[in-house]
């Protein structure tokens, strides 16, 4: 486009958002202000901010003390240090988070990059380096953008830590995953993330922050925290917008 038009259909846009009232992000009811939620969606939302597992963030029903682990992460320990997560996976956000994965609806990014900046405060001022997540090219190609990468983006600027969005490369494409076991997806998951070259040295005994929407079993980001420290990273955290809750 030339770039007279994307200034013009810039300015065109400042005019609309200035004309028509901010709505809600998730419902689409007129709110205050822009980019934010109505009080009932908000009011839906499940937010992950008591007790938890210490590894992996699992939420308990009562408090454990400093230190506790799941039974999961007792019996086996994750790749990770941490995996925190802003809200509990469930009907409040689910909505809100399909339409930001795949129907490009990226102006969510920055609420959701600002809640993860609150609830993983503790992470991102331990981190030497933001990376997202990485989809396979063909995904990239089907969806357009990586949504990991519009949070990552944004967490990394508002902490003033460096970003490294293809710091993670996907060597194989995720696949079909609904209908896998566990363990087969685990399995998949593994060896199917590498280090770019580019960052490799700047990789090298520093604690990375990985960054990605949804936690659902944790074979994803254990396998990109696998892949990382086998590439001489000291540290690997984990933050996401929202962590599926399973029974212990
Ligand atoms: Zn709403
Ligand atoms: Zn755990």
Redesign the pocket.
């Known amino acids: 486009m030339h770039p007279l038009s994307i200034a013009a259909t810039r300015a065109g846009r400042f005019l609309l958002d200035a004309l028509l009232p901010p709505r809600?992000l998730?419902?689409g009811?007129a709110v205050a202000d822009p980019g934010a939620?109505?009080p009932?969606?908000w009011g839906r939302l499940a937010f992950l901010d008591g007790p938890l597992c210490s590894c992996c963030g699992h939420p308990f029903e009562h408090e454990a003390g400093p230190g506790a682990l799941c039974g999961s992460c007792a019996a086996a320990r994750p790749p990770f240090r941490r995996a925190r997560a802003v809200l509990r996976y469930e009907e409040g956000c689910r909505e809100l988070i399909l339409r930001f994965k795949h129907a490009d609806r990226t102006d969510v990014a920055p609420a959701l990059a600002r809640w993860m900046g609150r609830s993983g405060a503790e992470l991102i001022e331990d981190c030497d380096l933001v990376a997202p997540v990485p989809l396979h090219w063909t995904r990239l190609l089907k969806r357009r953008y990586n949504q990991a990468v519009l949070l990552s983006q944004r967490v990394a600027e508002a902490a003033g830590r460096p970003h490294a969005p293809d710091l993670l490369k996907r060597v194989r494409p995720a696949g079909e995953r609904g209908r896998l076991t566990r363990r087969a997806r685990r399995q998949r998951a593994a060896r199917a993330f590498a280090v770019n070259v580019s960052w490799r040295e700047r990789a090298l005994g520093r604690t990375i922050l990985l960054i990605d929407d949804v936690y659902t079993t944790g074979a994803t980001v254990s396998a990109c925290a696998e892949a990382l420290l086998d590439a001489g990273a000291a540290m690997v955290d984990v933050l996401t917008v929202a962590r599926v809750v399973r029974p212990l």
């Open positions: 809600c998730n419902c009811e939620l109505c009932a969606c």
